[in-house]
């Protein structure tokens, strides 16, 4: 079955960029059929969506986020990456990537999802 | 923005009783475009029902979804042990992707 995993530094500098990479295992980003997302949950707090890539490089950011966003796929190691700049203290939270069933061009429901990494912005 | 309403915030309940989670939307969610997920501490969210009313695969039978328009029900006919949790609702209908603020369930 198919597993995400996430990978990146747990702690950024305010105004830096934060970077996340997540790897999928037990099945191909470039079979298609399926948007590769990137959800955050701030500490205990709710869950935020913050984009969704396709194989092909298409992508959808929230607007609350998309000036700031940049999702993107290396299909030859099976891995779709997250950029987020000029990041500040309420950019910490829990960051999950997910596989999206793509019902609408917006996303449709998550299934699975990675176990989530803490990001912590900080000086 | 869908705003999603999830109440109550917290329902302290016993296991083998009923729990009734309501999930309320500020406008309709098209074609009943909703999602539930259960999370557990330290755990990402699982996947429990898509479409308002369709279980995930692996899902028990305990766990039912309904509603349309504006509101939405989670029931869990028979709590287990495993089930104290917070339970999500969101949204797929509209851009962009949206969750409600949870509800908590534990133990009485």
């Known amino acids: 079955q198919v597993q995400l995993q996430e990978s990146g530094p747990g702690l950024v500098k305010p105004s830096q960029t934060l970077s996340l990479t997540c790897t999928v295992s037990?099945?191909?980003?470039?079979?298609?059929?399926?948007?590769w997302s990137w959800i955050r949950q701030h500490p205990g707090k709710g869950l935020e969506w913050i984009g969704y890539?396709?194989?092909?490089?298409?992508?959808y950011y929230n607007p609350s986020l998309k000036s700031r966003v940049t999702i993107s796929v290396d299909t030859s190691k099976n891995q779709f990456s997250l950029k987020l700049s000029s990041v500040t203290a309420a950019d910490t939270a829990v960051y999950y990537c997910?596989?999206?069933?793509?019902?609408?061009?917006?996303?449709?429901?998550?299934?699975?999802w990675g176990q989530g990494t803490l990001v912590t912005v900080s000086s | 923005e869908i705003v999603l309403t999830q109440s109550p915030g917290t329902l302290s309940l016993s296991p083998g009783e009923r729990a009734t989670l309501s999930c309320r939307a500020s406008?309709?969610?098209?074609?009943?475009?909703l999602a539930w997920y259960q999370q557990k501490p330290g755990q990402a969210p699982r996947l429990l029902i898509y479409?308002?009313?369709s279980r995930a695969t692996g899902i028990p039978d305990r766990f039912s979804g309904s509603g349309s328009g504006t509101d939405f029900t989670l029931t869990i006919s028979r709590l287990e042990p495993e089930d104290f949790a917070v339970y999500y609702c969101q949204q797929y209908g509209s851009s962009p992707l949206t969750f409600g603020p949870g509800t908590k369930v534990d133990i009485k």
């Open positions: 890539i396709y194989y092909s490089g298409s992508t």
């Open positions: 037990g099945g191909s980003i470039s079979s298609g059929g399926y948007y």
């Open positions: 406008q309709s969610v098209s074609s009943s475009y």
């Open positions: 479409g308002a009313s």
């Open positions: 997910a596989r999206d069933f793509s019902i609408t061009p917006s996303g449709s429901w998550f299934d699975p």
